[in-house]
């Protein structure tokens, strides 16, 4: 990585390798996965990397105008529930699935004695993002309804888990989950759908679920509501509700119109009315919405490294176009205002990957602790809390980013042909997606309430920012130090504040949490580049992250342009000298 990239050799963010030219995902993924682990998976993650920068984005384009259409009815007026898509879905499906990104998580992949961690899943997912975050939705639904099946079922559905967790293309089943209701949105607890009991120990679902994304996929869980179950989430049960039964037949349900969407085209986004529907009951009765929310965790992180794959390639995209475009007799990555943006976007693109991984390793260690230890507590805690706010913030940068990108490119950027337009329609349901804004902020509030999230929080920050010893990292330590002051502080006022205060600061303690924890996992980051490769260029980007989100001052006349001075470093991924620090 000490060469830095010529982003002029490329013409556009295709027909080239996303994993090769994201080295702060690279940097990342080295220090999260387990060593023997990263070293089986480099070499996938770089084929990978190629796949999705070639075939797989070359088909997204094509699907994304030939979107998937809905027969709810054959030729004879008789219930069909067909969705037509265009082939290359299927060849961008056959390409992931075979690669094994949501297997590897599950199943040992055959050269190894031991499955991936789920960060594994995340991250392929997350480059999946990078050309075509529709499809990145049914791949993060798959993987989640298995790991429910996993945690949650005693054998019954096994079947449906092999398909769910199949390498063979012809064996995979998609999964979906269908939580929405008209009348309900974000509050489940009001969920109307109804389970009646059947003599062979299934269940009967009748009602109607309003947005129900990857609508025809075999591996749907459901939440509908038993006989004399209490109201609220309470009173919720979990079932599995497939396209179609074991005979073939389809299920009792209708797929009654797709959705015309903004984007992510590429999944089919629509409404279902059970009539009657056959579903087979996940774990206990009433404990629904505690196993959905195991899904929803790792929804809301698939949601997060799919933004981040959006900002990569939304960044990659702007970096190209500013190399090539001349404008009055220079490259426009030349003037100090674009370079001033590339680096800000640079910068912001690394805090979002240093949070994202701190999650999913929180994930990951959550699920190799032993049932019911303190490790396991700890793990749940923080993955409670950084969950949340990684999916937050991730999806506002996301759009923002997008955005922007469309603005680098001028005119084009906002056309068809130009991926920029695309990127902005499908990054703009990532703050909708597994909850809003407002609802996540409120979630920080319940995992610090009822988990006693910062209990495990502050020793993670406390034990991490102690380890720096860098002398050129002090300074930015001091600075991360203070706003962590700043965040306990907070933290302790609004513990004992009423009601209506803590949700009225929600969103601004969210954004101070994310701040925090991401300058801390960036410092992190720089200590180790420093020790292992005698690197400076991690220690410009913390510095730089921290001067953005906790320097105040607004006044002009210092008469320095960092930007200038970092660009090649930051941008260009140069290697920095420490002693230039």
């Given amino acids: 990585m000490k060469t830095p990239i010529d982003y002029s050799q490329f013409e556009a963010a295709r027909e080239c390798n996303y994993w090769r030219l994201d080295r702060s995902l690279r940097f990342a993924a080295g220090r999260s996965y387990p060593d023997a682990d990263f070293e089986w998976a480099r070499d996938r993650l770089d084929r990978w990397g190629e796949i999705v920068g070639t075939t797989i984005a070359d088909n997204a384009d094509v699907i994304d105008r030939h979107g998937p259409e809905l027969h709810t009815y054959d030729k004879h007026g008789e219930r069909a529930n067909d969705v037509e898509y265009h082939p290359k879905q299927f060849e961008n499906e056959r390409l992931a699935y075979e690669h094994g990104i949501v297997a590897d998580s599950f199943r040992p992949p055959p050269d190894r004695d031991e499955r991936l961690g789920l960060t594994h899943q995340l991250l392929m997912n997350g480059l999946l993002s990078y050309a075509d975050p ?44 269908f939580l ?67 005979d073939g037949s389809l299920n009792d349900q209708i797929y009654r119109r797709l959705k015309d969407k903004l984007g992510t085209i590429s999944v089919p986004t629509g409404e279902v009315v059970f009539e009657g529907a056959t579903g087979y009951l996940v774990g206990e009765p009433e404990r629904g919405f505690k196993y959905m929310t195991e899904m929803l965790n790792l929804e809301r992180l698939h949601n997060a490294f799919a933004s981040v794959g959006i900002v990569g390639r ?32 640079a910068v912001d693109h690394e805090a979002a990957i240093a949070f994202v991984f701190a999650a999913a390793d929180a994930l990951d260690d959550r699920r190799a602790a032993p049932d019911g230890s303190d490790e396991e507590r700890s793990a749940y805690q923080l993955l409670r809390l950084l969950t949340p706010i990684a999916k937050y913030r991730t999806a506002r940068q996301a759009v923002e980013t997008a955005s922007y990108a469309c603005e680098v490119l001028g005119g084009n950027g906002y056309v068809e042909g130009f991926v920029t337009q695309r990127m902005l329609r499908d990054a703009q349901v990532l703050p ?22 910062h209990a495990a929080l502050i020793p993670h920050v406390r034990t991490r920012l102690d380890e720096i010893d860098h002398q050129a990292l002090v300074p930015t330590v ?59 260029r991690m220690a410009l980007v913390a510095r730089s992250f921290a001067n953005s989100q906790f320097e105040t001052g607004r006044g002009i006349g210092t008469g320095k342009t960092p930007a200038d001075e970092h660009f090649d470093a930051i941008v260009r991924y140069a290697r920095v000298e420490p002693d230039d620090l």
């Fill in 478 to 536: 001091s600075t991360v130090e203070t706003a962590f002051s700043e965040l306990q502080q907070a933290l302790a006022h609004l513990a004992t504040a009423d009601r209506r205060e803590a949700q009225y600061e929600a969103k601004r303690l969210a954004d101070l949490l994310f701040d925090v924890v991401a300058g801390t996992h960036l410092l992190v980051a720089a200590q180790s580049r420093l020790d292992d490769a005698n690197d400076g």
């Fill in 432 to 453: 909708i997606w597994e909850g809003t804004s407002n609802i996540l902020s409120l979630d920080v509030l319940r995992a610090l309430d009822r988990e006693d999230a």
């Fill in 314 to 345: 939304c960044l990659l995209e702007s970096k190209i176009h500013a190399a090539n475009r001349e404008a009055f007799g220079e490259t426009i990555d030349q003037y100090p205002l674009m370079r001033r943006d590339l680096v800000e976007m």
């Fill in 180 to 246: 929405t209701e008209k009348q309900g949105g974000s509050d489940v607890g009001a969920n109307e759908t109804t389970a009646e009991q059947a003599g062979d120990g299934t269940y009967r679902l009748t009602g109607e679920k309003w947005f129900c994304s990857n609508i025809d996929a075999q591996g749907t869980l459901a939440l509908a509501r038993r006989p004399d179950a209490p109201e609220g989430t309470a009173g919720l049960s979990l079932f599995l509700v497939p396209h179609t039964l074991e």
């Fill in 134 to 177: 529709g499809f990145a939705c049914p791949v993060a639904m798959t993987g989640g309804v298995a790991l429910v099946l996993e945690r949650f079922d005693d054998g019954e559905l096994d079947s449906y888990f092999h398909g769910l967790t199949a390498r063979e293309y012809e064996d995979v089943i998609e999964g979906a989950m």
